[in-house]
């Protein structure tokens, strides 16, 4: 740099004002477009005055409930990013995605046509069944591209039981996110999973572009947003 202040070029100045806005805005909003919808908690960003060309933001967070789409449904969904630069398109690096969904939500992510056990939430912990009458609580891992799931207590009608370590682990292959996101914890919260994972860059790919146009236009009650 030149050391001289540069005015930010009119479609940066155009997607800050339109991220204020959005901030500021639509606390509480439900927003719908086609086959997506969720209601918005949260958004937040810091804007990067180092990119002239396109704008930046940093350390940006968005937090939504209640989210149906064709590719996620989730109670709760905190998207974290370094970077989001917007320009011809739109990319996010160093992602990082929370997730609270139910555990049928996030089966429908695994092989179908090689179905694991079923595992539920009850009480904050995963339970599944091993015998009538008789369950396994289990502790999930993310080992490499698997999921491993280790047996901590057996549950019966006389009472419950710590497994001792004698019971062995089962293990599946780690469910395909949408976006290419990985899995890299999965909890409980109590009947809920929580699946956190990460990308190291995202952009957004030519079909995803109409619909994110209609997601901002929707939350602004603009239709004149910037073209994405």
Do not use: N
Not at 100 to 129: C, H, I, K, N, W
Not at 156 to 174: M, Q
Request: net charge negative.
């Amino acid at each position: 740099m030149d050391g001289h202040d540069h005015p930010t070029p009119a479609p940066t100045r155009m997607w800050f004002s339109l991220l204020r806005r959005l901030g500021r805005g639509i606390s509480g909003r439900r927003i719908a477009v086609r086959d997506t919808a969720a209601t918005v908690v949260a958004m937040h960003g810091k804007p990067d005055l180092r990119g002239w060309s396109f704008g930046r933001a940093r350390d940006v967070q968005v937090v939504l409930r209640d989210v149906t789409a064709p590719e996620l449904e989730a109670r709760e969904l905190v998207v974290e990013c370094d970077t989001l630069v917007v320009g011809p398109t739109i990319t996010a690096t160093g992602v990082r995605v929370t997730a609270t969904m139910t555990p049928e939500a996030l089966a429908a992510y695994g092989d179908q046509d090689e179905p694991g056990p079923r595992v539920d939430v009850v009480d904050g912990e995963f339970r599944s069944p091993w015998c009538p009458g008789i369950e396994l609580v289990l502790r999930p891992e993310v080992v490499g591209d698997d999921l491993r799931f280790t047996p901590t207590a057996v549950i019966t009608p006389l009472g419950r039981w710590s497994s001792w370590g004698i019971l062995p682990s089962g293990s599946a292959p780690s469910p395909d996110l949408p976006g290419g996101l990985r899995i890299t914890e999965i909890t409980t919260a109590d009947d809920a999973v929580v699946v956190r994972s990460t990308i190291d860059r995202w952009s957004a790919s030519p079909a995803d572009r109409p619909r994110l146009r209609e997601l901002l236009a929707a939350t602004t009650d603009d239709p004149q947003v910037p073209a994405v």
